[in-house]
Nanobody
Framework: VPLVESGGGLVQAGGSLRLSCAAS????????MGWYRQAPGKQRELVAS????????NYADSVKGRFTISRDNAKNTMYLQMNSLKPEDTAVYYC?????????????WGQGTQVTVSS
């Protein structure tokens, strides 16, 4: 399932960015999506996730209260609103989708979008 991310960029500390991740096609049903990030020299970590059925959300402690994840089921799209950004939020952000297809479950990753927060 192709995933297309957008919305990354350069922002000053305290600023905001909104990331989008759209899953293209129609031969699947999204179960859940999530945002992960990877900073240079660090492991990829979960930022936030959301289920497409009930809309249950999960956040990393480091972003609670600053980031909000949401989804638009009709558009097969997930969003991440990032407020009060800090330099330590600088990373490549990847979206991930867990979907059900007629031939079984599938996990897809986006290509990544760079978020840079300057101090």
């Amino acid at each position: 399932v192709p995933l297309v991310e957008s919305g990354g960029g350069l922002v000053q500390a305290g600023g905001s960015l909104r990331l989008s991740c759209a899953a293209s096609g129609s031969t699947f049903k999204i179960v859940a999506m999530g945002w992960y990030r990877q900073a240079p020299g660090k492991q990829r970590e979960l930022v936030a996730s959301i289920t497409f059925g009930g809309g249950s959300t999960n956040y990393a402690d480091s972003v609670k209260g600053r980031f909000t994840i949401s989804r638009d089921n009709a558009k097969n799209t997930m969003y991440l609103q990032m407020n009060s950004l800090k330099p330590e939020d600088t990373a490549v952000y990847y979206c991930k989708a867990d979907v059900r297809t007629s031939w079984g479950p599938l996990t897809s990753w986006g290509q990544g979008t760079q978020v840079t927060v300057s101090s």
